[in-house]
Nanobody
Framework: QVQLVESGGGLVQAGGSLRLSCAVS????????MGWFRQAPGKQRELVAG???????YYADSVKGRFTISRDNAKNTVYLQMNSLKPEDTAVYYC?????????WGQGTQVTVSS
């Protein structure tokens, strides 16, 4: 069974940075198309960024130029570097497979950006 464990969230002031990590186990990570998602209170979960197995990346317009997704296949980990954070980035952040059936969701990691 695939397990997803997110970490790295926290409280940060607007303009600050955080780096999220997601450790993946139970699958051949190197071939999986991965994504970072977020869910703010009262809103639907949305895709923030994705990365294909070949390293190609893509981003939601709201985070383009501020967030960077990357992966380390040797560590079975996907990262999300978040810079120039805004209060509207406040949400619980999750990683999961993208482009196919989702794995069971992890617990996520809370990101709170104060103004």
């Amino acid at each position: 069974q695939v397990q997803l464990v997110e970490s790295g969230g926290g409280l940060v002031q607007a303009g600050g940075s955080l780096r999220l990590s997601c450790a993946v186990s139970g699958t051949i990570f190197s071939i999986v198309h991965m994504g970072w998602f977020r869910q703010a209170p009262g809103k639907q979960r949305e895709l923030v960024a994705g990365i294909f197995s070949d390293g190609t990346t893509y981003y939601a317009d709201s985070v383009k130029g501020r967030f960077t997704i990357s992966r380390d296949n040797a560590k079975n980990t996907v990262y999300l570097q978040m810079n120039s954070l805004k209060p509207e980035d406040t949400a619980v952040y999750y990683c999961n497979r993208n482009g196919a059936n989702y794995y069971a969701w992890g617990q996520g990691t809370q990101v709170t950006v104060s103004s």
